[in-house]
């Protein structure tokens, strides 16, 4: 009897940390959208007519269908988050819409990589911003966290790989040594999450 009542509270503290994950990654959602669609406008404002401009447009309506779809998911949990709900669900919804923005952010560095190198690096600059600032932003979500700076990063690093020269080759390097980085510190910062939530209910 003990042993049932004691798993029974293991599973409602499962449960609560599990709904605390989604909840705190649903509160970092707003000031994310703004950001990331401030740079979306103005990666788009800056290659315009320095890519091809077709592909510029539809990158950048993609990207604000996505933008759209991840502040309706915001809204439609804030609606329910005071209420049971599927868990599973929501963790998969909330990953597969981080990771489709993240595939955006992918596809910019590998189909819109301009010939001018100021403009490279402008866009590199972007994209490692972007990439910085989801680490604590997705830090209550291990798999979305992950799965994003891998689809952000690992485009960027194939596209520069290409080019075909030592200095590409090294910038290459540099943005997987760099990719590494913020896979390790984002690991670290999750650990540092789920510890605190674990022990605010376990108390």
Not at 37 to 60: E, G, I, K, P
Not at 94 to 123: D, M, R
């Amino acid at each position: 009897m003990q042993g049932q009542v004691r798993a029974n509270a293991t599973d409602l503290s499962a449960i609560a940390v599990a709904r605390k994950q989604l909840t705190l990654l649903n509160r970092y959602t707003a000031p994310a959208l703004i950001c990331t669609l401030a740079s979306a406008l103005f990666l788009a404002y800056v290659l315009y007519s320095r890519v091809d401009n077709q592909l510029l447009m539809l990158w950048t309506i993609v990207i604000l269908i996505l933008l759209g779809l991840r502040s309706i998911l915001m809204a439609a949990f804030n609606a329910i988050r005071e209420k049971p709900y599927n868990i599973s669900m929501w963790r998969s919804a909330f990953t597969g819409s981080t990771v489709a923005v993240g595939l955006c952010w992918g596809a910019a560095a590998y189909f819109l990589f301009p010939q001018s190198p100021i403009y490279q690096s402008f866009l590199l600059m972007i994209l490692a911003g972007i990439a910085a600032g989801s680490v604590p932003i997705l830090a209550p979500l291990l798999s979305a966290g992950v799965l994003f700076l891998i689809s952000v990063l690992v485009p960027l690093i194939i596209i520069l790989l290409q080019q075909g020269t030592e200095t590409y080759q090294a910038m290459a390097v540099v943005v997987s040594i760099y990719t590494i980085f913020l896979l390790v510190t984002f690991t670290q910062i999750h650990r540092g999450s789920m510890s605190s939530i674990k022990l605010h209910y376990e108390n």
